[in-house]
């Protein structure tokens, strides 16, 4: 019986829109044109508006949803006409080129409008709560009473214990930018944490022998994972870290690496009791050790109001 690591480092980032990207590019590219948008605002637009990375922990998983806003647009049209200032000249234009000015307007607005219904549909799916239906189907199930049948029987997996409990929370949220004494900022907008008990990854022996302490104690990590996780989703946003940066790639950038290092302490936290109450309890076989601890969760779980 043992609390599950959180030590390991973190995957790379991965793409949901491999596919999609190399057309957005182009895309952009036509209905923007160069004088507007140079190339390396390419890559800043391409990166926070369709990428969605997501990285993986041992315990600790999360993706960031990239949210579209519309005055990523007015900055850049603002620097570009910056520049043209400086260079610019009086020009007459034929009616020939004022049409065709026109249509780039419109096709402009009309692509803007496309992203921002897409951004909308990754909010609403953020504002409607966890992704439970996806996350069981991976063997990631929700904070519940342990039972015999949760422990799948593998004398491979977890060789050190008769009995293993991998816990996991998980982490989203949408964030915007705005620009504040010429520096871009980025800051949380919308935060979700959610955490349960990962099957995959949990087990027991098929010569060990579920006495009385053994689901009591499994119970109580999962019971502290889930304490330790409602006090990360309980953070208000304003005591969220921002990003900042020179442009909204940075920030963008700068907020997931705070985010991410937010996260990685309340994991070390969280393990830090795992360790204790593996100590203290010598892993549910001093029992009444373990009929404090046990109690003593019960008390904090009541306080916060956390029920199966």
């Known amino acids: 019986m043992g609390a599950s690591p959180n030590d390991e480092p973190l995957a790379s980032p991965r793409n949901f829109f491999l596919c999609r990207k190399r057309r957005v590019a182009v895309l952009f590219a036509e209905l923007l044109g160069r004088s507007l948008l140079p190339f390396s605002h390419f890559a800043a637009v391409d990166h926070d508006i369709m990428a969605i990375p997501l ?174 996780s409602r006090r990360l989703a309980e953070m208000s946003l304003d005591v969220l870290p921002h990003g900042e940066g020179a442009n909204p790639k940075e920030a963008s950038a700068d907020l997931s690496r705070k985010v991410e290092a937010l996260a990685t302490r309340a994991s070390k936290e969280a393990k830090k009791e795992h360790d204790q109450y593996d100590a203290e309890t010598a892993h549910g076989k001093n029992l009444s050790k373990q009929r404090e601890w046990s109690a003593a969760i019960r008390a904090r779980l009541e306080r916060a109001g956390i029920h199966f």
């Open 55 to 228: 990285s993986l922990d041992l315990d600790l998983a999360k993706f960031d949803q990239s949210r579209f806003d519309l005055s990523m647009f007015r900055y850049l049209e603002f620097k570009a006409r910056d520049r043209r200032s400086k260079n610019a000249r009086p020009l007459t234009t034929s009616p020939s080129v004022r049409r065709e000015s026109s249509g780039i307007i419109i096709a402009k607005c009309v692509f803007i409008l496309l992203l921002g219904a897409a951004s909308i549909s990754c909010r609403q799916a953020l504002y409607e709560g966890p992704p439970w239906k996806e996350e069981m189907a991976k063997g990631y199930f929700p904070y519940h009473r342990l039972a015999a049948t949760d422990f799948q029987v593998n004398d491979h997996l977890n060789p050190e214990y008769g009995m293993y409990t991998r816990v996991f929370f998980h982490y989203s949220y949408n964030h915007r930018w705005s620009i504040q004494n010429g520096r871009v900022v980025d800051r949380v907008t919308n935060w979700l944490v959610w955490s349960g008990f990962d099957r995959n990854k949990s087990s027991r022996k098929s010569w060990f022998k579920l006495g009385n302490e053994a689901l009591p104690h499994e119970q109580g990590h999962l019971d502290i994972n889930e304490l330790h």
